[in-house]
């Protein structure tokens, strides 16, 4: 249980778990309560942790894909090319590039002024929700947005496409059906929970202001930041 890749999913658990308490005690407070109401401050808070948590799974996901790599087509190698120390920098710089994407996401949607009416049509203060109260020009939030969403969610995507292809490419070499199978396995529930969570991660992040759709968005946003959360847990117990 100390390999590197159960340490990570230690860390994607801490993740899930925080990532649901972000947003679903509030939501629930506003299904009991009839005035519904978050402070500013808040809002604020919610939006940055939210996003910090969701960039570190981006980029955690990414880190997976690199210990799949390394176990299937470097097995000889893998002690000395996932030595904790070097887990421990890839941690570090995962938590380092979600909290500054975060930041800057957080600060260029709040210094926008906002007039009113201050209602937001979701379930908690997300990006896209927040920009459509703005009584101003979002362009430039709009392109900010697409290069954050193509750095943070794009990118490491095609680190993990890259990653399946060349253990793909080993995987046929083995002679063996069984180790074959074996080595499929190794990376069915990683590929799973990667599907669920960058498909509506995408959608949400990677599209001009002008695409804005509450309703198709609440319903994005609850499926990556509840049934992801409440799926992964269960893909990788059976694998388990």
Same mark, same amino acid.
């Given at each position: 249980?100390?390999?590197?890749?159960?340490? /990570?999913?230690?860390? *994607?658990?801490?993740?899930?778990?925080?990532? @649901?308490?972000?947003?679903? =005690?509030?939501? *629930? @407070?506003?299904?009991?309560?009839?005035?519904?109401?978050?402070?500013?401050?808040?809002?604020?808070?919610?939006?940055?942790?939210?996003?910090? !948590?969701?960039?570190?799974?981006?980029? #955690?996901?990414? &880190?997976?894909?690199?210990?799949?790599? &390394?176990?299937?087509?470097?097995?000889?190698?893998?002690?000395?090319?996932?030595?904790?120390?070097?887990?421990?920098?890839?941690?570090?710089?995962?938590?380092?590039?979600?909290?500054?994407?975060?930041?800057?996401?957080?600060?260029?949607?709040?210094? !926008? =002024?906002?007039?009113? =009416?201050?209602?937001?049509?979701?379930? /908690?203060?997300?990006?896209?929700?927040?920009?459509?109260?703005?009584?101003?020009?979002?362009?430039?939030?709009?392109?900010?947005?697409?290069?954050?969403?193509?750095?943070?969610?794009? &990118?490491?995507?095609?680190?993990? *496409?890259?990653?399946?292809? #060349?253990? /793909?490419?080993?995987?046929?070499?083995?002679?063996?059906?069984?180790?074959?199978?074996?080595?499929?396995?190794?990376?069915?529930?990683?590929?799973?929970? &990667?599907?669920? /969570?960058?498909?509506?991660?995408?959608? +949400?992040? +990677?599209? %001009?202001?002008?695409?804005?759709? =509450?309703?198709?968005?609440?319903? !994005?946003?609850?499926?990556?930041? @509840?049934?992801?959360?409440?799926?992964? %847990?269960?893909?990788?117990?059976?694998?388990?």
């Amino acid at each position: 249980l100390h390999q590197p890749m159960f340490n /990570f999913l230690s860390i *994607l658990s801490l993740v899930d778990m925080s990532y @649901v308490t972000t947003t679903m =005690p509030q939501m *629930l @407070v506003n299904m009991v309560c009839p005035r519904m109401t978050i402070s500013w401050g808040a809002c604020v808070a919610q939006m940055f942790i939210f996003l910090v !948590l969701g960039i570190a799974e981006c980029v #955690l996901y990414t &880190v997976m894909a690199y210990d799949r790599y &390394v176990a299937i087509c470097f097995p000889l190698h893998y002690t000395l090319l996932m030595s904790r120390p070097v887990c421990i920098k890839m941690v570090t710089v995962c938590w380092s590039i979600s909290i500054a994407g975060a930041l800057i996401y957080t600060v260029f949607t709040m210094r !926008l =002024p906002y007039c009113g =009416p201050h209602k937001i049509n979701h379930f /908690f203060c997300e990006v896209p929700a927040v920009l459509k109260l703005a009584c101003a020009d979002t362009s430039i939030n709009d392109q900010l947005g697409f290069i954050l969403g193509f750095i943070l969610i794009f &990118v490491p995507l095609s680190l993990i *496409l890259a990653s399946y292809i #060349l253990i /793909f490419i080993s995987i046929l070499r083995i002679r063996s059906s069984q180790g074959r199978f074996k080595s499929f396995s190794t990376c069915a529930s990683h590929v799973t929970v &990667v599907t669920m /969570f960058y498909g509506p991660g995408m959608i +949400m992040y +990677m599209r %001009p202001g002008s695409w804005y759709n =509450p309703e198709r968005d609440k319903k !994005l946003a609850l499926f990556y930041d @509840v049934v992801s959360a409440f799926l992964n %847990p269960v893909v990788y117990r059976m694998k388990t």
